[in-house]
């Protein structure tokens, strides 16, 4: 029914108007979870940088550490998609206590609107924190040989990959039975982008690990990034980017829906 | 939409948490545009079955209608009809009062300029709009109970839940939220509320049910139950055995308690009944040391109708 679509698209748009109402008159949040990856892309490249940087074997044109700047960027750009997904956990887990919340679900209002909000709410904010931490990249003297159409084709990937992230938060945050909790255990997605070839190139690792990195998400997302960056075509990475993204994205979709529906059918008070 | 006149009509409703039973065949019918009030101590199940009726959670048995639909096949049709204004504040703290209101006008789909002008009224009724744009933060207790009821009226619901509207108000603010009531129901609305003080119910209802660990134990109009309750009574204390006795032998059917040297004379509470009381002593030539008035609260209708005293008042009894 075209009717009902029209309410699910005009309901979500109220409640990203909400979300986003929400993210400006509190910024903080939205600085704290800039401020982890520009600290790490700080630290990374200015106290470790020449040193991880000669271990790359850049060959002397340019020096280590601008080397090693121009290998973690990818890696930072998604550390900063994951850090800003962990925020969707707490602020949903935060709402849920809310009793705006059950006004919500005694109003006709369409189905999964409330969480589309938070997640397109996300979705933009870790856009806006992307567009920060490349500037700052900029700033350090990061330089890509990347065409237009290659940096859009990187934002795309990225973005797919924020929302199946975002989406994943979302239902941590949903299944936490408190805020502490909804905090805490998505925590694992800022420790994956460091077990991949995010920060150092996975030969370099021992065998068990080497696997795991070689085959965890954040790999093949990551090299498609780096891919485009340095101007070289994706392949098979970007593919096995995209079906990662996806997959996730449409299990913890329908795992959320259920959440927050068996979350209304069992509330004893 | 069905001409039943029936805003709300339950049978055999039945909900437990796990091993608890919290309602068990609760029959229910409330008459399009009547104030029906719902009666009941702490954990009696009050919050329990305006969860359910609002579509909050599920009964685990039962017919029940609301607004003309059947709650369990048409959800979205109730929750189109209603408006629930529950025990918990339920607005958005993060935003202003104006910016709450306009979420409920955007989400009631009302359209711009409608909205608009809705919440400038609600505003404007609610004694609201100096504050509007401030953060909640800054409101008083009564002022967000104001703003969560114009919450519920954007959408302009014809039936409307109101759960324990007045606990925890100043006699005041209580007076306020009476006088919406009252102007709701005369614009025709249909109003389901509940609570603990049988004198809301009496002000403001025209039907009450008490409820009683999930069950009602009676219903009728506050008049009808009043009369059913002998809780109503003038405590006349004497000096001496021998006053009393005269006064018990004038006053034939009160209950005299030789041990207290008191006479309970049972009644309405009301002026000229007392007056009568007092004459009759007077022209007997019976003093009478001191006088107390008790009226029917509802720990006399449940004493009356259930055999027991509410869970408050055992509470009471059992402290030293």
């Known amino acids: 029914m075209t009717a009902t679509l029209g309410y699910t698209l005009v309901d979500s748009a109220t409640m990203l108007r909400r979300n986003l109402k929400h993210q400006l008159r509190y ?3 939205t600085l704290m979870l800039a401020g982890m990856p520009i600290m790490f892309l700080l630290l990374f490249v200015y106290v470790f940088g020449g040193q991880l940087g000669a271990g790359l074997g850049s060959g002397g044109t340019h020096p280590d550490r601008h080397a090693y700047l121009t290998y973690i960027v990818p890696g930072i750009l998604i550390m900063t998609v994951a850090s800003a997904a962990l925020g969707t956990a707490i602020s949903i887990a935060m709402d849920m206590t809310e009793g705006i919340i059950d006004r919500f679900r005694t109003m006709a209002i369409a189905r999964g609107a409330v969480l589309t909000g938070h997640v397109i709410g996300t979705l933009l904010q870790t856009l806006a924190v992307l567009v920060l931490v490349v500037g700052v990249a900029l700033a350090m003297g990061f330089r890509s040989t990347a065409g237009p159409l290659a940096w859009l084709a990187a934002a795309g990937v990225l973005m797919l990959f924020a929302l199946a992230l975002i989406w994943l938060s979302t239902a941590l945050g949903l299944a936490a039975k408190s805020v502490e ?62 079906a990662w993204s996806a997959g996730i994205a449409l299990a913890c979709y329908g795992w959320s829906l259920r959440l927050y529906d068996r979350r209304w059918a069992a509330n004893p008070r | 939409m069905p001409p039943s006149g029936t805003a709300v009509a339950t049978r055999g409703m039945r909900k437990s948490f796990g091993e608890h039973t919290v309602l068990e065949d609760v029959d229910l019918e409330v008459g399009e545009g009547t104030i029906f009030a719902l009666l009941g101590p702490n954990g009696a199940g009050k919050t329990t079955i305006v969860r359910i009726l609002s579509t909050l959670i599920r009964a685990d048995a039962g017919t029940i209608r609301v607004a003309g639909h059947d709650l369990a096949t048409e959800p979205d049709a109730v929750r189109a009809a209603i408006g629930v204004t529950g025990q918990f504040s339920a607005v958005d703290n993060l935003l202003t009062g104006e910016e709450n209101l306009r979420l409920m006008a955007d989400l009631r789909h009302l359209g711009r300029a409608a909205g608009r002008r809705r919440v400038a009224e609600l505003l404007e009724r609610f004694e ?27 959408g302009d619901p014809r039936l409307i839940f109101l759960d324990e509207p007045t606990t925890g108000l100043d006699p005041r603010s209580r007076r306020t939220m009476w006088q919406i009531i009252r102007e709701l129901a005369a614009d025709g609305v249909t109003i389901f509320l509940t609570t603990q003080y049988l004198d809301e119910a009496d002000q403001l209802a025209d039907r009450v049910a008490v409820l009683d660990h999930g069950h009602i134990v009676t219903e009728g109009t506050p008049d009808e139950l009043k009369r059913r309750i002998p809780g109503g009574h003038v ?18 059917a009160a209950t005299p308690d030789p041990d207290q040297l008191s006479l309970q004379v049972f009644g309405d509470g009301s002026a000229t009944e007392l007056r009568g009381v ?7 030539g019976i003093h009478a040391e001191r006088l107390s008035i008790h009226t029917p609260d509802l720990d006399d209708v449940f004493f009356a109708v259930t055999g027991h005293a509410t869970d408050t008042v055992r509470e009471k009894a059992a402290q030293p």
């Open chain 2, 235 to 252: 405590l006349l204390r004497f000096a001496g055995p021998d006053d009393l006795s005269a006064a018990a032998a004038l006053l034939p």
């Open chain 1, 27 to 29: 910024p903080s949040l």
């Open chain 1, 181 to 242: 909790t909804a905090s805490n255990t998505p925590m694992f997605l800022t420790l994956l982008p460091l077990l991949s070839s995010g920060f150092v190139p996975t030969s370099t690792m021992p065998a068990g690990l080497r696997q795991f990195a070689e085959y965890q998400p954040f790999t093949p997302v990551i090299q498609t990034i780096r891919g485009l960056l340095a101007g070289d075509p994706a392949g098979t990475h970007a593919i096995a980017a995209v």
């Open chain 2, 128 to 154: 609201l709009t100096d504050a509007a744009r401030k953060p909640l933060s800054t409101y008083s207790g009564g002022m967000r109970r104001r703003l969560d009821l114009a919450m519920t009226l954007v």
């Open chain 2, 278 to 284: 007092l004459n009759q002593l007077a022209e007997a």
